[in-house]
């Protein structure tokens, strides 16, 4: 049994140990090629040994780096802060709240879940186009409440007693919402606001879409200013994705305890 035990024990971490390894292997792989010299950008064993450091100031030097990343900061922070917003308040509502047809328009809710987003971005813009919000921060910060069936599933875990003890204390829906509720959804709102920043730091389609003035360019739309007729400059380019690339890891990182209590709690969740 004991052998048995061991042998499952060194299985799973070998098992693991290989997902681990093709999860990072990209990452190397993209830092190590922005330290190659153009020249050797698609050769596996670089013929030099010199290291190209001078493709991160390059990659600084031939987009307008800072306004790319501080644009990419305001609207994925902004675009976050308002997909809790929409999802803490949707949630409530059809966890919690009582109206006629909250079944029939919840399954509604999760079919618009599963299509796509090329679907979507037709008439979003034709809806922006006409309202006068083409190349603007707003039409970027179109909130998708994507987050309200995880924070649903979360509620709907949690007992009623603290609210209905809340009711019998003259509490009212939006009191037992931001006093009671708001404390116990830390977790699935640390969940729903950091997919929704790196959801919206790497969007790219509709950015394109959306957005033809160069000042309001993105990131994704800002690494595509990196080829052009001559074709592409690979090194900056990796440069340039490897500095982007931190502030989602670094989320992630800092918040790995709470995404995974958020997760674990909500997914599962439900009654």
């Known amino acids: 049994m004991h052998n048995k035990k061991r042998l499952s024990t060194i299985i799973s971490v070998v098992l693991l140990s290989l997902i681990a390894i093709g999860f990072l292997f ?20 670089p013929s030099g040994s010199r290291v190209a450091g001078d493709n991160y100031p390059s990659a600084l030097n031939s987009i307008p780096f800072g306004r790319v990343v501080l644009n990419s900061f305001i609207v994925s922070l902004a675009g976050a802060a308002l997909v809790v917003v929409v999802s803490v308040l949707s949630a409530y509502a059809f966890a919690r709240l009582r109206f006629k047809g909250r079944e029939h328009l919840f399954m509604l809710f999760l079919g618009t ?68 509720l708001l404390p116990l959804l830390k977790a699935p709102i640390t969940v729903v606001g950091v997919f929704a920043f790196i959801d919206y730091w790497s969007a790219f389609l509709w950015p394109l879409i959306v957005v033809n003035d160069s000042t309001l360019a993105t990131i994704p739309l800002g690494l595509q200013m990196f080829s052009g007729e001559r074709g592409t400059d690979w090194g900056p380019l990796m440069a340039a994705v490897t500095m982007t690339t931190i ?25």
Not at 26 to 45: A, D, G, N, R
Not at 139 to 156: C, H, K, S, T
Not at 250 to 264: A, I, P, R, S
């Open 113 to 180: 879940l599963v299509l796509p987003q090329e679907g979507l971005v037709i008439p979003l813009y034709i809806g922006m186009q006409r309202m006068g919000l083409v190349n603007s921060y707003f039409a970027l910060i179109v909130p998708f409440a994507f987050g309200a069936f995880l924070i649903r599933q979360f509620l709907m875990s949690l007992p009623l007693e603290f609210e209905e003890a809340a009711r019998i204390d003259g509490c009212s829906d939006w009191q037992i919402l931001t006093k009671i």
């Open 26 to 45: 990209p990452f190397v792989w993209m830092v190590v090629t922005s330290l190659k010299p153009t020249t050797e950008v698609f050769t596996l064993s």
């Open 247 to 271: 502030p989602s890891i670094l989320l992630v990182v800092f918040l790995q305890k709470q995404l995974e209590k958020g997760v674990t709690l909500g997914a599962f969740g439900g009654r």
